[in-house]
């Protein structure tokens, strides 16, 4: 299938911008995103500029709602701000450095979040947390076989405690 050619899922245009989501149900099934993505584009013939973004990340679903439940200037706002970010970032230096100290306060609000719940978390949630990642990392070598019999054996012994 050429990408290229296929139709859109659901397209809207939200002046200046067209929103086509491509949708491929079939690659889905099969856990490949091809053929899965959101193109933005100015539909304006003195403006040339377009977005594309993958049917895997968070703005794909987040968009694609807002447009199921009509919410269009959910989309606009989106498409200006990206529209801002890309066009100002190459053009105007001043915006590109107030972008950045935003970007930079907004990461140190994060830190600091991060840091106040890491301090909340008990030795017995740090343990149990350390047990699952090296149950995780112990699963993904196993073969499928293997992985078949551990949970089968897990499920004898939830129905004993039962």
């Not at 659901?10 to 993505?37: A, Q």
């Not at 499928?144 to 054996?153: A, D």
Request: aromatic share 12%; glycine share 4%.
């Amino acid at each position: 299938m050429d990408i290229f050619k296929q139709k859109p899922y659901r397209s809207v245009e939200v002046n200046p911008y067209r929103f086509d989501f491509y949708y491929d149900e079939n690659n889905i099934r099969k856990g490949i995103l091809k053929g899965t993505y959101l193109r933005i584009s100015v539909v304006r013939e003195d403006d040339q500029w377009s977005l594309a973004m993958p049917g895997n990340s968070h703005a794909y679903g987040y968009l694609l709602a807002a447009l199921n439940q009509g919410k269009t200037e959910q989309l606009a706002n989106y498409a200006r701000l990206m529209w801002c970010m890309s066009m100002l970032d190459t053009t105007e230096q001043g915006f590109d450095s107030d972008a950045w100290k935003v970007v930079l306060k907004w990461q140190k609000r994060m830190f600091k979040r991060a840091e106040s719940n890491a301090k909340a978390v008990t030795e017995a949630e740090e343990t149990a947390s350390q047990a699952f990642m090296e149950s995780v990392v112990n699963r993904s070598k196993m073969s499928r076989k293997e992985v078949k019999k551990e949970r089968e054996e897990l499920k004898k012994v939830l129905k004993e405690e039962e």
